[in-house]
């Protein structure tokens, strides 16, 4: 097998029932595992609620390490769309043009860095730069403050040894509240700022509300990013023919970012809180009870794609879940995508080729199902690419 290879652990269990069964901190979690079946639990928030008690519907919960809103993750319609609406704009200027450019210089300066050394952990020393450097520019905040993020390490809740770590939390906590004190002092451009002057039902948003949005912001967009972008560098390093078709047929890269989502799949799961009595693939579920959508499940199903165990770097039909389905799409959706766009076409621009030294594989561990979601590190060397 190769090392960039991420099995499916859910084949299995998805086409004999379509639920798959996990304990979290002695809160079960029914697993829905069919793409079908997924996408429709997940259009259905009034029997699959998310605004259950701050942390619940994360898998691992953040229930003991969280009391804050993610907002607008952890509501339901009509108020999720509300506070969505207040946000949205904000969370599609990675799509302009000036956006591009800056993150674009931003990247080609990091693999520049890289294509220096002898070795580099790409965890560390690359996918984490890349994504505080990228988030400076998210939050229009100064770039000199991607070194404090790249000081915590890439994980927000979870330290070396402890799965969820309340002491690491705080750290993110009192950190968002010194700036949105900092913000109220003196209103900015940035993030903090535009929510501050925000309004809901007629009233400035909260401190609090404020704080939901940026703990979502910080930690929504860390593991996932940090996770596909080490697998994409794996996958390149075995596929060194992909970054050949990168240069040749760029206009196949916004494909390949989307297929490399769909396998990869950063974000294994995420729950609801069953809201009443009821069915999901024919196996009851009680009320007070916790479902999780399985996103790397579903973009697995053979039933909607084909060849599912396989990169096809240009998919034509892609209905991936990778960044979630329904109400609740990813509000970061466009920032990875940019960022994912940008790092295939500075590779295949400027590196010929990357060798894998050594690695240790990241396994989540679900129950009944051990999936490798990334890698814990990864020594490699990136060849420049003689023009």
Known sequence: MQKSELPDPFEEIRLKSGVGEMNDQDDPVKMVLRHKDVRKTAHNYKTFTSAAVPGRIVVP?????????????ELDPPIHGVYRAIV???????????????????????????????????????????QSRALTLLLNIPYEEASTWISWGTHVFRSED???????????????????????????????????????????????????????????GRDTIINVVTNAITYL????????????????????????????????????????????????????????????????????FENPNEIVIDRKINPHVGFGFSHHN???????????KVLLSALAENVASIEVFDFKENIEDLGEFKRKVGYDYINAKFNRLTK
């Not at 919960?61 to 009391?67: L, P």
């Not at 206009?251 to 799961?269: C, D, H, N, W």
């Not at 809180?273 to 499940?297: G, N």
Request: hydrophobic share 40%; glycine share 4%; aromatic share 8%.
């Open 61 to 73: 919960s953040e229930v003991n390490i969280r009391k804050t809103r993610q907002i607008p993750f």
């Open 162 to 220: 402890t799965a969820l770590d309340g002491d690491k939390a705080n750290i993110l906590y009192d950190y968002i509240d010194k700036q949105i004190e900092k913000a109220i002092k003196n209103p900015g451009e940035d993030l903090y700022s535009m929510l501050l002057a925000s309004e809901f039902d007629g009233k400035k948003l909260t401190g609090e509300e404020v704080k939901g949005v940026m703990v979502l912001t910080f930690a929504g």
């Open 88 to 130: 949205e704009p904000w969370f599609k200027r990675p799509l302009q043009a000036d956006y591009a450019e800056k993150l674009t210089a931003q990247i080609n300066a990091l693999v520049e860095e890289t294509l220096e050394k002898d070795k580099v952990e790409v965890i560390e020393e690359f996918a984490l730069i890349l």
């Open 237 to 304: 390093s075995e596929h060194q023919e992909s970054l050949e078709r990168f240069r040749k047929e760029p206009e196949i890269i916004g494909k390949a970012v989307e297929e490399m989502i769909r396998y990869f799949s950063p974000l294994t799961q995420m729950g609801r809180v069953v809201t009443e009595d009821t069915f999901v693939c024919e196996h009851a579920v009680k009320a007070d009870t916790r479902v999780s959508l399985c996103w790397a499940s579903a973009n697995r199903d053979a039933a909607v």
């Open 330 to 340: 990813c509000l970061g959706a466009s920032h990875a995508r940019q960022i994912m």
